[in-house]
Structures are given as C-alpha cells and as structure tokens.
C-alpha cells in the first residue's frame, strides 16, 4: 500500500514569493491533516480536512495561508507571499474516520521550505 | 489534552533495551497514552498506544503506572533504526487532534 506522497521534498524561494505544497494521502482515507514543523520543534497542526471540507483551520495563517482540497482526495497548501518565518517542514497526513472515531494519523515525508 | 514531560535526550547501546519514559500527571481517565517516532527526514510514524494495561506488538511494549501519571516506551533491542525522536502524547481515544510536544531524541550507538 503507497504511503502518503507529498511534493515538492524541497523547495527554495525567497521571500515574498508564492509557494505551493502538493499532498496526495492513502487512498480510501477521508481525513487530510497539514502541519508544520519548524526546526527543534514537535508538528503543529495548521489545517484538517474531512472529506473536502475544512472542519479545523483555526492555527492557519490567513492572510497568507490557503489550503484546498478538491474531490475530497488530493490537497495543495499555499502561502503567497512567503516570509522568512515561514522556513518549516510542511507535513500532510491521513486517517480514516470511522464514525466518531479517528483511526491513525500516517504522515507523508513533508517538504522542507527555505525562504531567503 | 492532558501535557507531556519527556527528557529532552537519551543515548542508548545497540542491541540493548531502551526505556524511555514520560510523565503525564494530568492525564484524564479518558485519556490515552500514544507514541509516535520521527526518523531524521521522515514524517512521525506511530508506534503503540494503551489506556491502562501494559500493550505490546512487534515494535514496542508500552507500560503505563498502575495511577497513570507516567508510562515507559520500551524498545527491546535497539537498532541504530531506532535512532529517532520520540513523542509521547495523550489524547482521547478517536479524537483526531494529536499535539505533539518537543519530544525525547534518542540515539542508538554501535
């Protein structure tokens, strides 16, 4: 069974410029998670999607931040324009939810930002 | 969710045992104990989970004190694959948020 794909694993760009995170999660999960990881630092959840409704976004940026998951399967999470304080890991991760219970969360590799 | 306290590192010799611990005095009684892993470069990975009773599978044993308030991840014979960071986090069972904290990094060594 594939694991959770993400692309791009790196990514460069300097600041102020748009960016955009591609995430494919395990086929037949309706949960999609975004978090953020920034170096030292545990994962931070930014975004939770159930099927293609956005039920969690309350620790996502805003005015900067914007995440879409159309069909209900794949995800893209972007951020325009970029701040040097953005340079994290971005993880996308998936569960299925069964009811009112969420089974566990598998993670994808994330990609690694650097705003310069 | 009831807060972690995990040692902030711990080296450990390969092919010996790795214990390592986790306090949670806040811990409600619908609360569980979850372990994940971060390999270097990877995303987390779970590991176990239990309410009360000691559980085990092919990764790990997890043993939770009769009160609650602490708990051991054991890996029985470490491998440098285990090299990783280890978070311990309570949450109730189904309950999709996971809040990680800073986490135990723990080091296998030859």
């Known amino acids: 069974e594939a694991g959770v794909v993400q692309s791009p694993r790196y990514k460069i760009i300097e600041k102020k410029q748009p960016v955009a995170f591609w995430c494919n999660p395990i086929?037949?999960?309706?949960?999609l998670y975004w978090y953020r990881q920034n170096l030292g630092q545990g994962p931070e959840l930014l975004i939770r999607?159930?099927?293609?409704?956005?039920?969690?976004d309350s620790q996502l940026p805003k005015d900067r931040f914007s995440a879409e998951r159309l069909k209900g399967v794949d995800s893209t999470l972007k951020i325009q324009p970029a701040e040097l304080g953005d340079s994290a890991v971005y993880l996308c991760?998936?569960?299925?939810?069964?009811?009112?219970?969420?089974?566990?969360?598998?993670f994808g590799p994330g990609t690694r930002l650097t705003v310069l | 969710d009831a807060k972690t306290t995990q040692p902030t590192s711990m080296d450990c010799a390969e092919g010996r045992a790795a214990n390592l611990p986790c306090n949670h005095s806040?811990?409600?009684?619908?609360?569980?104990v979850y372990w994940y892993r971060q390999i270097h470069s990877q995303g987390p990975q779970y590991i176990i989970h239990?309410?009360?009773n000691n559980e085990t599978n092919e990764m790990a044993s997890l043993i939770i004190t009769e009160d609650r308030k602490s708990s051991t991840l054991i890996l029985p014979h470490a491998t440098l694959r285990d090299t990783a960071v280890y978070y311990c986090?309570?949450?109730?069972?189904?309950?999709?948020?996971?809040?990680f904290g800073t986490g135990t990094r723990l080091l296998v060594s030859p």
């Open positions: 999607y159930e099927n293609e409704e956005a039920v969690d």
């Open positions: 991760a998936s569960s299925i939810r069964g009811g009112l219970v969420y089974n566990e969360q598998f």
């Open positions: 239990g309410l009360k």
């Open positions: 086929s037949g999960h309706n949960t």
């Open positions: 806040t811990i409600s009684g619908n609360e569980y």
């Open positions: 986090i309570v949450r109730v069972r189904g309950f999709q948020k996971l809040v």
